[in-house]
């Protein structure tokens, strides 16, 4: 049973939308009342106001839904901190250009001027320093309200269930693991009546469907891994004929006005990227040869669209002589070259991929490019890691965003048909501005395989199937 809420648990939506309020004024008063020490308007009643303020808000909005907002109780604080920065960035450049129009017809003391970047750079500053404040201690409150979860992982051995502990256990207050049980487990119902939240991992959807059913009858929050008919689902939507409901998925294809758009900013970003990163390409390429006089360049075969094969460029992180072994990067890997070490750390070695771009063997969103190698050895082992092939490999993806180095192949798998299944234009654009996050926080994206990724030993795992069909 549901452990009985608090008056304060009772009104928590209202309390998480007070919460998104002083976000917003945390943002947007810092900078009317620094930026107004210069600009007067922006201190008192003004269609200059109005309009600063409206566009703030426009832009703060559209922000917050590309990173995830201040999503106080679903998020470790850091990486709230880390949305926000980035969000407050292109919000104060947004209400910069507005300001700047409005003031356009005032006199000379008015008008937008380069001399006041530390005007608006000390404005960015107290805006951070405020929602850095409010984001720990909102969290601080919210978590002394809603204690942890009480969850139940159901699996079964062989599911490398262990990496997902892993992951869960990084989220302390909100979720608190209390047992693992095969789902054929005899006393499965009872152990989920017994818990709030209940995680299915590494099941089919014909596994997972009695516990789910009865999570859902006993009005558990549930959480299940995804499966390919799972992925089918996420582009459908519900029909009616008559009385009769159905899910709706019809073949999901990129139209030719989507392909248009798609290719024309593909182009044009990829130019101006290539343009403005001309000096870290020029450095970079310098450091590399300078270290050990081999190649800048690092070329491999790597599967795109329609499975077909091209080389793909990357500066060179490992030493010339282990540029042909074909193999996965691991953990403290004695291959890779200190130079390498750090312009993988920053993803500086994927900025030689803008030519694939601009040759069309690549795009700036899609799944990653794979080596032949791992195509080959993956689709042996989950027939389905074909259908990555439906769109063009990418520089920058829902894999690349979301995983880290030492994914599993079936992880990486999920993300890139969710990629796939839900492309659009929005989807595009939101991954771009997120790549922004990874680039500056690198620890985990670029963490590599792991030399023995052993399994957790399954005797902490409760009710293997041999027990559970002879229960």
Known sequence: MKKKKSALQRFQHTLLLLTHVAAFLGALLPYQLIMGQRYWPLLRISRTLAVTVLAFLMAYIFMSRIYGGFDI???????????????LLFTDLVA??????????????????LANFWLMLLAYVVQVLVLIGLTYGFNALYFRINAPANC?????KGADYQSFVKEIQKFRKQFHLTRMVDYRHPELKRLIEQNDTIFFYGLTPEEREAGVLHAYRKKKDIYYSLNLSDIVALRGQTVYYSDKSLIASPEHYMSFEQRCIKRAGDLFLSTLALVILSPVFLITALAIKLEDGGPVFYRQERVTFGGRIFEVLKFRSMRAEDGAKHVSVSKDDDRITKVGRFIRKFRIDEIPQLINIIRSDMSLVGPRPEMVENVEKYTAEYPEFVYRERAKAGLTGMAQIYGKYNTSPKDKLMLDLSYIEQFSIWLDLKLMFRTVLVLFTPEESTEAFAEDQSRQDDETFEGDGEEADNA
């Open 96 to 113: 910069q250009v507005f300001l700047s129009v409005m003031l356009s017809n005032e006199t000379s003391d008015n008008r937008f001027r």
């Open 73 to 87: 109780g679903k998020r470790k604080s850091k990486p709230i901190i880390y949305s926000q920065i980035a969000a």
């Open 152 to 156: 139940l992982l159901v699996s079964q």
